[in-house]
């Protein structure tokens, strides 16, 4: 039954809209978010594009199942950079159903949501 279950759910991924990059569809870096973690994600990835450093984002709607093209996008980044509220479970995730991805995850877990400018640092790092 909890076969049945388990595939029942993963066929939603059908159903489900896929991911969209912004930015360079490849490349060293997307920065993949969820939840509330946007609009830091947007921001910093903005301000760095204007300064002239490529870098791409991404934003999951959908955790469970996760859309369909995920991991066709993951691949085609050296490095994804996972910025989450939390300790990580997101990037526990995609480095499960994902081994050959380069995840990276950035946890914060103060109350308060990210800042631009962590978000940016981390990003700079990472490049």
């Known amino acids: ?3 049945l279950r388990a ?3 993963a066929r939603i991924a059908d159903d489900i809209p896929e991911i969209e990059v912004a930015g360079p569809e490849r ?3 997307l920065v993949l978010g969820w939840g509330g973690s946007f609009g830091a994600i947007y921001q910093a990835v903005k301000q ?3 300064e002239g450093i490529q870098v791409s984002r991404a934003h999951l709607n959908y955790l ?3 859309p369909r093209n995920l991991g066709e996008v ?3 980044f050296e490095k994804v950079l996972i910025p989450e509220l939390n300790l990580g479970q997101l990037l526990m995730l995609v480095r499960f159903r994902f081994p050959d991805v380069k995840a990276f995850g950035y946890g914060k877990v103060q ?3 990210f800042k631009v400018f962590e978000i940016a640092e981390k ?3 990472l490049l």
Do not use: W, Y
């Open 74 to 76: 993951l691949k085609r």
């Open 111 to 113: 109350g308060q949501p």
């Open 1 to 3: 039954m909890m076969l």
């Open 48 to 50: 760095l594009s204007a």
């Open 27 to 29: 490349g060293k870096l």
């Open 123 to 125: 990003i700079k790092e």
């Open 64 to 66: 469970n199942p996760f």
């Open 7 to 9: 595939e029942k759910v």
